[in-house]
């Protein structure tokens, strides 16, 4: 089956950055396994393939826009859902070493025949909460990026995501709609996670706008973060 990925082609040409045939198809197969998948399980409410194209695939991947994905680094994905950003990224950065996470087990079955079927090397999943895995030695502030879709509050975000950051790396939370209050109140804990927002980029994709916050880590996180399962949601540090 045949998709038409011109309006992806075109937005990311406007940055510098371009699709291989190869690309493409795997674009095309994750579509389609995405679909089905959907059948049976709740993965996305967004279907139509102009759709998944904008607010996925594309969102995903315009991180690389504003920072260098070229490189060889290491990346995890919190809370990666159907596998964004994290499978979009890896198709277009295919020398980016990343690790899907997620709490919902079922979704991972889905991410494993997608990274078989799209043939992705260096990616790794991996089931539990943030809360518990950022307190493992192997993913404990071992990654040069993390990013995060997932909808949360940057205060209790920044408790998720900065402990897995190594210093001098950073974590990128993607937002939509206004942020100026969130990003307020979230400075005190960006500081006490040991990070701090070093800049957003907020811009236009097709149809609507969105922001990228960039947290830079400056020193290791205290051991006492995150707490405890539940608790960055329920009580976020203030």
């Known amino acids: 089956m045949n998709f038409n990925f011109d309006s992806l082609e075109h937005e990311l040409s406007a940055f510098g950055l371009s699709l291989t045939e190869q690309m493409k198809d795997q674009f095309s197969l994750y579509y389609q396994l995405l679909i089905t998948w959907n059948k049976s399980?709740?993965?996305?409410?967004?279907?139509?393939?102009?759709?998944?194209?904008?607010?996925?695939?594309?969102?995903?991947?315009?991180?690389?826009?504003?920072?260098d994905l070229k490189k060889d680094m290491s990346l995890i994905d919190i809370g990666t859902g159907a596998g964004f950003p994290g499978v979009p990224l890896k198709i277009v950065?295919?020398?980016?070493?990343?690790?899907?996470?997620?709490?919902?087990?079922?979704?991972?079955?889905?991410?494993?025949?997608?990274?078989?079927?799209?043939?992705?090397?260096?990616?790794?999943?991996?089931?539990?909460?943030?809360?518990?895995?950022?307190?493992?030695?192997?993913?404990r502030e071992q990654f040069d990026l993390c990013v995060s879709r997932a909808v949360a509050n940057l205060t209790s975000l920044s408790e998720y995501c900065l402990p897995f950051v190594k210093t001098g790396g950073y974590f990128v939370s993607y937002k939509s709609g206004d942020t100026e209050e969130e990003?307020?109140?979230?400075?005190?804990?960006?500081?006490?996670?040991?990070?701090?927002?070093?800049r957003e980029e907020k811009f236009q994709l097709i149809t609507y706008k969105r922001s990228l916050l960039f947290l830079k880590k400056l020193h290791p996180t205290d051991k006492k973060y995150p707490r405890k399962a539940g608790t960055p949601t329920k009580q976020p540090l203030s």
């Open 41 to 67: 399980m709740n993965l996305t409410s967004i279907t139509e393939f102009s759709e998944v194209v904008e607010k996925h695939f594309l969102d995903s991947v315009i991180l690389g826009a504003y920072m």
């Open 93 to 139: 950065f295919p020398n980016l070493n990343i690790v899907l996470a997620d709490s919902l087990k079922k979704r991972l079955h889905f991410l494993e025949e997608v990274i078989s079927s799209l043939e992705l090397k260096d990616m790794k999943i991996v089931h539990g909460r943030a809360e518990d895995l950022a307190r493992e030695s192997q993913y």
């Open 183 to 198: 990003v307020q109140n979230a400075q005190k804990a960006i500081q006490l996670l040991g990070g701090e927002l070093e």
